[in-house]
């Protein structure tokens, strides 16, 4: 079975300062890896994904993350934190080759001060 | 394009009332998901189609709550009767087939008050 760790329910950066939230998920086979944004009130849209290939992925808004097989992690960054960016955000994994079941973490509200 | 709807927005009932929640998903999308999210929590697959069969219902409360998704299009979920612990957001998420690598999409939810 898959499951998602995220380390830190709440985070808060200045804005313009780096943006950091973790991931480390546990599967028994090669995963995929999601990072998905919820602002309030709305629904989960796609950050970014891993699903083969280059370790390093990067998506929208200027976040990216690095699939990191020896740490078992996922980590999600972004050089410059905006106003904006305040959500919260969550981590997730599937099985490769199995019919899309995401399993996600229980997420992190990022708060954004000036 | 338009994306994932989802209908009422929010919901309040009292316990032991039934409660049905309406998704359309995005055109052309085979499958569908229906997702619990619990306060202060990720959401949780309750069901999930393809096209009109119902191929992943492991999670689904059968005592209580049911599904459709006729023509494989429009989908509907039941709860009868709800329970105060039903009180959740529950998400409708649709992407173009069954593949891990698709992209789901997901609507916004419908928020739901079991009193």
């Known amino acids: 079975a898959q499951s998602v760790t995220q380390l830190g329910s709440h985070v808060s950066v200045s804005e313009g300062a780096l943006v950091l939230l973790r991931c480390n998920y546990s599967?028994?086979?090669?995963?995929?890896l999601f990072w998905y944004v919820q602002y309030p009130n709305q629904g989960l849209q796609l950050l970014l994904k891993?699903?083969?290939?280059?370790?390093l992925v990067k998506g929208i808004n200027g976040f990216e993350a690095e699939f990191k097989k020896s740490e078992t992690s996922f980590h999600l960054t972004k050089p410059s934190a905006h106003m904006s960016d305040a959500a919260e955000y969550f981590c997730?994994?599937?099985?490769?080759?199995?019919?899309?079941?995401?399993?996600f973490g229980t997420g992190t509200r990022l708060q954004v001060t000036l | 394009e338009a994306g994932v709807v989802q209908s009422p927005r929010y919901k309040i009932i009292e316990k032991k009332q039934p409660v049905a929640f309406w998704c359309n998903p995005i055109?052309?999308?085979?499958?569908l998901y229906w997702y619990r999210q619990n306060l202060g929590q990720g959401p949780e697959l309750l069901i999930r189609?393809?096209?009109?069969?119902?191929?992943?219902d492991s999670q689904l409360p059968k005592d209580r709550f049911s599904a459709e998704r006729l023509k494989g299009v429009d989908s509907t979920l039941k709860i009868q009767p709800a329970e105060l612990g039903d009180s959740a957001v529950y998400l409708c998420a649709s992407s173009f087939d069954r593949r891990t690598t698709d992209t789901q999409y997901f609507g916004p939810g419908t928020r739901l008050t079991v009193l």
């Open positions: 997730a994994v599937s099985k490769t080759g199995t019919a899309s079941k995401l399993t």
């Open positions: 599967s028994s086979v090669p995963p995929y």
């Open positions: 055109s052309g999308h085979n499958t």
């Open positions: 189609y393809e096209n009109e069969e119902a191929v992943d």
């Open positions: 891993y699903t083969t290939g280059a370790t």
